[in-house]
Every structure is written in structure tokens, then in C-alpha cells.
């Protein structure tokens, strides 16, 4: 069975450095897909950045990167200069192409300190 | 990206009543919507699969009876929580798939039962 592992239940930065949300996920599929959503207090999931895991090249998106190590089934998101606006649960979650589930994991829960 | 909305944005309701919510892709035809439910400082447990024009497929422990889903359009899908007790107070968020893999979420409903 698939699972998506989010070991660091919270994290804290300064503002303007950069911070790491580490997950892992487990699968036999060799064609699948990987997020990073937010969720900040309003509640509203925001897509931060997918991942095809065919694609051997990092997705970026803005101050948000990924570091996706296919092999070791690791799938990290990297916050470069952390704003104010960056605090929220961030989920990573994986989907397969052919079903219609997305599997999310636990969450992270992002502090940002002034 | 795409934008889901839901109606209403919260609800109270008393004991053994119905309740209905509306989740719409404003901008997108979304064949498939799926319904989460979120639990305080929890992930979100995926409750249905939403496929326009045919029955919902409902994840295990979920009583299809109780939650009916409809999804009548290719931009609206519902819910109705039927005969709503206190333990169905929940953070209800629906999502539309656009594409083969992405979902975009909607604000979500807090459903309060007195």
C-alpha cells in the first residue's frame, strides 16, 4: 500500500532563511506524481509545486524547490527566503495516474519567526 | 491555478437535520471531484470519489447513506450529511480534478452539529 510519511510534525525559521520539510512515501508504481500543498489558517489548500516522477529535474516554483531522490523515495521541499506568509500546514501527498486517489501525508506545521 | 468554490462556508445545524454543500469548479470542468473531511490539526481522510453522471465511490467506513453525494454537472458536486448528529462536526473540503493528476481544493465548510 501506498503511504506518505511526514516526520517533522513542526518546524520553525527565521524569517528570510531557509528551511527544509522533509517526506518520504512508499510505492511499487513506477509512474506516479508528487505534491507539496499549503494550508495556511484560512484552510484553503494551495498547490505549492508538483512533481512528475518521471522527470529527473527538480520542479521549482518561485522560492519554493523541491529535492526529489526517486531512488530513495524522498521528496523534500525547500523555502528559500521564508516570509511572514509562509506559516501554514504544508501536505505532501502522492497520486497515481491511474487511480483517482491523491494519499496525503500527516503534515507539517511551518512556523515562521520575526 | 483553477478555483473550486464551496457553499456554505459554515453551517450549524441541530440534531437529525440535513445539510447540504455545494462544491463548484468555477473555471474548469472537473470530471471528478472527490470530499475530504478534516479533523482539527489532522490531515484530510478522503470520504468520496465524485465521477459526473455515475454513483460516488465511497472509501471504506464511510456510510454511503449517510453522506450522499451527488454530482449532477461537470462544474457541481453535493453533499448531504443526512440526519447530521454532533460526532459529523467536521471540516468538510471537496477538491476538482483538472488534468490527470492535479487537485484543486475548494475553502472548505465547517459543519457544526448542536
Known amino acids: 500500500a501506498q503511504t506518505v510519511t511526514q516526520s517533522q510534525p513542526e518546524m520553525s525559521v527565521q524569517e528570510a532563511e531557509t528551511v527544509t520539510l522533509s517526506c518520504t512515501y512508499d510505492t511499487s508504481e513506477s509512474d506516479y506524481y508528487l505534491f507539496w500543498y499549503k494550508q495556511p489558517p484560512s484552510r484553503q489548500m494551495i498547490l505549492v509545486i508538483r512533481q512528475e516522477a518521471y522527470k529527473q529535474q527538480n520542479a521549482t516554483e518561485n522560492r519554493f524547490s523541491v529535492n526529489f531522490q526517486k531512488a530513495a523515495k524522498s521528496f523534500s521541499l525547500k523555502i528559500s527566503d521564508s516570509q511572514l506568509g509562509d506559516a501554514a500546514m504544508y501536505f505532501c501527498?502522492?497520486?497515481?495516474?491511474?487511480?483517482?486517489?491523491?494519499?496525503f501525508g500527516k503534515g507539517t506545521r511551518l512556523h515562521i519567526l520575526p | 491555478g483553477a478555483v473550486v468554490s464551496q457553499h456554505p462556508s459554515w453551517v450549524i445545524c441541530k440534531s437529525g437535520t440535513s445539510v447540504k454543500i455545494e462544491c463548484r469548479s468555477l473555471?474548469?470542468?472537473?470530471?471528478?471531484m472527490f470530499w475530504y473531511r478534516q479533523f482539527p490539526k489532522q490531515s484530510l481522510m478522503l470520504m468520496a470519489t465524485?465521477?459526473?453522471?455515475?454513483?460516488?465511490?465511497?472509501e471504506q467506513g464511510v456510510e454511503k447513506d449517510k453522506f450522499l453525494i451527488n454530482h449532477a454537472s461537470l462544474t457541481l458536486s453535493t453533499l448531504t450529511v443526512t440526519s447530521a448528529h454532533p460526532e459529523d462536526s467536521s471540516f468538510y473540503i471537496c477538491?476538482?480534478?483538472?488534468?490527470?493528476?492535479?487537485?484543486?481544493f475548494g475553502p472548505g465548510t465547517r459543519l457544526t452539529v448542536l
Open positions: 473555471d474548469f470542468q472537473a470530471t471528478t
Open positions: 465524485s465521477n459526473e453522471g455515475s454513483k460516488a465511490t465511497y
Open positions: 501527498a502522492y497520486g497515481v495516474n491511474r487511480d483517482d486517489k491523491i494519499i
Open positions: 477538491s476538482g480534478r483538472q488534468g490527470p493528476d492535479t487537485q484543486y
